[in-house]
């Protein structure tokens, strides 16, 4: 091996994950930049309703459409410190207006007297071709649903990959802006120029994907959102993710010395099941990442080991997320005390629908296109399955969609007389009336890879991309079987001594979105549960439990070397998060439901859960 060559393997590349979406907490880019431990600072910003925000900003201000906290917060607080630090910094903050980010990060800049080489990734907007494809045979459909393309996109972005964040950072560039990638592609560039990966290289892209993957979500990865969320320290400073990565793909994740939080194969584990989708096959721009055989171990005090991702080509399209106005859409809130709160709620809220339904008629609106009832407090969520409560403080939330404004104008009308007309104990109106909005919608389709072309350019001046050393595959097949099998000695189920337990006893879980689908990861606690698991928590079982909330298919895939499952529930979301008018529009809590679904166990077993749980 060359001298180059082993100090390149033996060489660690620090990257901190400074935000997890807009709106991210403040303190993430400051705590990374003065812990001393990285070299990269990066950031991810945006989701298709984050598009959709910065594209009615950039037609009201055609200099605004990009997340404007990356300059004015983030950057203004650190700059100095990254460029006396040599930190290099990747953002996707360029939103829909990646030059007019660049430009005011400029601005800032020279305004502290700091030179600075900033470069601009674009071509993810892929508006123009718009009319083209409406023409094409055969047509763009809806992935989830199969729907045409609607006649009038707000936005129409392509998830770009790695390459061009590659390019800027070997072209010098000190910060990379960047318009829509996909989340992990910041983390995965950094790597590429790090080490020289190149596209070939399926193993290696997979495994920074998956570096890229742990810390996109920012404080997901150090202690957020954990299943035993009461064992996490210190939450007002809990520590913003760090990966310490190696060229031959492992990592170690970690987090700021001395912050809160903490990092345990658990919370990693639970973060790498987050969104994935078929874990033997996640779909990336650069790559089909396999992580069913990934490991997570811990090495040390706050520092968990994580190598085995596997990679394969990836396809030969982009993933493009469409945004589309149908309609109108709102929600109203009021507060209910006393006896009987949740009864006098629900009765509050039909007597609402009820009497605007009539109002629409006379005014000849037509009726609403759909409305959502729900009491919070009530454990509306968990359906069939809610626990009965006497609870005497509940809130009503009424959400409703309409094709006109003027419709749903009335009914925002209609919340406030509540308050003087019904339940007694109602309160809670004095936010004011609710706002009626546009109700915006996701569209994603697949789109050629030819079709797109990436641009870089730094200072105004284009940084030629190079060629591809290999051609993109039609499909890739999954790798491995959906669900593994396993023998199991003595079914759990009817053990003689088996008790009933909540699944949280046995296991950990992580829900979230894509699109109208939901995602519930769930690791067992000990290896000697992962058979129970296997047998008990069965795809029939889970679209049980969930049939209230869930209407598509269920899909168990299994996790082998991190002893999990993944849940894939498909048309779970009320249509999903832009769309949808439920209170949890992301899914974010139906991994918890989840964990109440009862399990039966042995007391042996139920043993080893308590171990697993003390050592996680």
Not at 592 to 612: E, F, K, T, Y
């Amino acid at each position: 091996m060359s001298a180059d060559r082993s100090e390149q393997w033996e060489r660690i590349v620090r990257i901190g994950g400074a935000s997890g979406f807009w709106g991210d907490s403040s303190v993430g880019a400051p705590q990374l930049v003065a812990s001393g431990q990285i070299d990269y600072l990066v950031f991810d910003y945006l989701a298709e309703l984050t598009m959709s925000i910065l594209a009615g900003a950039r037609l009201k201000k055609p200099e605004l459409g990009y997340a404007t906290d990356f300059v004015s917060v983030a950057m203004k607080a650190v700059l100095n410190d990254v460029v006396r630090q040599g930190i290099r910094v990747v953002s996707n903050a360029g939103g829909v207006n990646p030059q007019g980010c660049a430009d005011a990060l400029a601005a800032l800049a020279a305004e502290q007297g700091v030179a600075l080489k900033i470069a601009v990734a674009s071509g993810d907007d892929v508006s123009p071709l718009l009319p083209q494809l409406r023409q094409q045979h055969p047509p763009v459909r809806e992935l989830q649903s199969g729907a045409p393309l609607p006649g009038r996109v707000l936005t129409a972005n392509a998830y770009l990959g790695a390459r061009p964040i590659q390019a800027a950072l070997d072209a010098g560039a000190q910060v990379v802006i960047t318009g829509r990638c996909v989340d992990s592609a910041v983390t995965l560039g950094v790597l590429m120029h790090a080490f020289g990966w190149q596209p070939g290289d399926h193993d290696l892209l997979a495994a920074g994907s998956l570096a890229g993957h742990i810390i996109e979500c920012g404080c997901q990865a150090t202690g957020g959102l954990h299943t035993d969320w009461d064992t996490v320290p210190d939450w007002p400073n809990i520590g913003y993710p760090i990966v310490e990565c190696h060229a031959d793909g492992s990592f170690v994740v970690t987090k700021p010395t001395g912050t809160g939080g903490k990092v345990t194969p658990a919370v990693v584990g639970e973060q790498m099941l987050y969104e994935i989708g078929d874990p033997s096959a996640y779909l990336l721009p650069d790559v089909v990442a396999d992580f069913t055989q990934v490991r997570i171990e811990q090495a040390g005090e706050h520092r968990v080991h994580v190598h085995g991702a596997r990679g394969r080509a990836p396809t030969a399209s982009y993933k493009v997320c469409a945004t589309y106005v149908e309609g109108y859409k709102c929600a109203a809130q009021l507060t209910i005390v006393g006896f009987d709160a949740v009864a006098k709620a629900r009765r509050t809220g039909e007597a609402i629908l009820v009497r605007t339904s009539t109002l629409f008629t006379q005014h000849g609106f037509g009726p609403y296109s759909a409305t959502q009832l729900e009491v919070l407090g009530a454990e509306s969520c968990y359906g069939p399955h809610a626990q009965a409560t006497q609870t005497r403080e509940a809130v009503l939330r009424v959400a409703v969609t309409h094709a006109r404004k003027e419709a749903l104008e009335l009914f925002a009308r209609e919340v406030a007389p509540a308050g003087t007309s019904w339940a007694p104990g109602t309160t809670g109106a004095g936010g004011g009336r609710s706002s009626v909005s546009p109700s915006i919608r996701q569209y994603a389709f697949l789109l050629d890879k030819s079709k797109v072309e990436a641009r870089v350019t730094i200072d105004g001046q284009r940084i030629e991309l190079p060629p591809d050393a290999e051609s993109a595959v039609a499909a890739s097949a999954p790798s491995s079987p959906k669900n593994a099998t396993g023998a199991v000695d003595v079914p759990e189920a009817f053990a003689a001594d088996a008790i009933e337990v909540p699944l949280i006893r046995l296991a950990w879980a992580r829900s979230g979105d894509k699109g109208d689908t939901s995602n519930i990861g769930v690791i067992a606690r000990h290896p000697a549960l992962l058979p129970l698991l296997r047998e008990q928590l069965t795809e029939a079982r889970v679209a049980e439990w969930l049939a209230h909330l869930v209407k598509g298919p269920v899909t168990r895939y299994e996790v082998p070397g991190i002893r999990a499952f993944n849940f894939v529930c498909e048309q779970a979301l009320g249509g999903g998060g832009m769309a949808s008018l439920r209170n949890d529009p992301l899914g974010k809590g139906m991994g918890q439901i989840l964990l109440a679904m009862p399990m039966r166990v042995s007391p042996s077993l139920l043993d080893l859960a308590a171990l697993g749980t003390e050592n996680a």
